[in-house]
């Protein structure tokens, strides 16, 4: 059975690993699974029209399994407002093509769950790398967001709390940019908190995949 990586920079040499491979749209590789997104990191006001254009086109290719990461964040420099403009362009697209959303969120979770309550959408918005604390993960949850959990759980206790508290039905597992840990080792963690087998947990977490990609 498979371990599904949602959300990878890297690409896996197992076989028993499905990836989510993430794509910026000035990527050349498409032959692999994958998401294409605008990260607000990399929003630059002259290319948006432009990289909208081209994730566009990518989302009508069957290995296209998401739009994203794109997101909102209060760290980085892009000015926020433009931001908002660029992530709700890309949820227009998420509901014309009908895939789910894979979502970058840095200290603006609030902002978030305003814009899902703005625009309604009828996807799967998958909030990606999640390692914040209950009470967060509890107001997304409630705003039917899907969270993401990735290599952090291996060594942060607090995290660890967070996720035995959160319906398996709810997550999903990923690697992120971390090029040294394997998606199976997240299972593994995740497994062990939620005292089921590593089996079990593969089964779950197929169903869920299984539902929010439609493949
Ligand atoms: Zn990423």
Not at 37 to 44: D, T
Not at 48 to 53: A, D, I
Not at 172 to 197: G, M
Request: charged fraction near 30%.
């Amino acid at each position: 059975m498979f371990f599904f990586d949602v959300h990878t920079h890297k690409r896996s040499s197992s076989k028993n690993i499905f990836s989510i491979e993430n794509k910026y749209p000035n990527a050349t590789d498409f032959t692999k699974p994958f998401s294409i997104g605008i990260h607000p990191w990399f929003i630059k006001p002259e290319n948006v029209e432009k990289e909208l254009l081209i994730i566009e086109k990518k989302l009508k290719e069957d290995n296209c399994f998401a739009i994203g990461e794109c997101g909102l964040d209060k760290i980085t420099e892009t000015d926020f407002e433009l931001q908002k403009e660029v992530f709700k362009k890309q949820v227009e697209l998420s509901e014309k093509y009908q895939k789910p959303l894979i979502i970058h969120c840095v200290k603006a979770y609030q902002e978030l769950i305003e814009i899902k309550k703005e625009l309604k959408p009828k996807q799967v918005w998958i909030l990606h790398g999640f390692n914040k604390n209950y009470q967060v993960a509890e107001s997304l949850l409630k705003n039917g967001i899907i969270l993401s959990f990735g290599t952090a759980i291996i060594k942060n206790k607090k995290l660890q709390e967070v996720v035995s508290k959160v319906a398996i039905s709810s997550i999903l597992l990923e690697t992120d940019n971390d090029l040294n840990i394997d998606v199976k080792e997240v299972y593994q963690k995740i497994s062990e908190i939620k005292k089921i087998t590593v089996e079990e947990l593969q089964q779950k977490i197929k169903q869920n995949f299984k539902s929010i990609f439609k493949k």
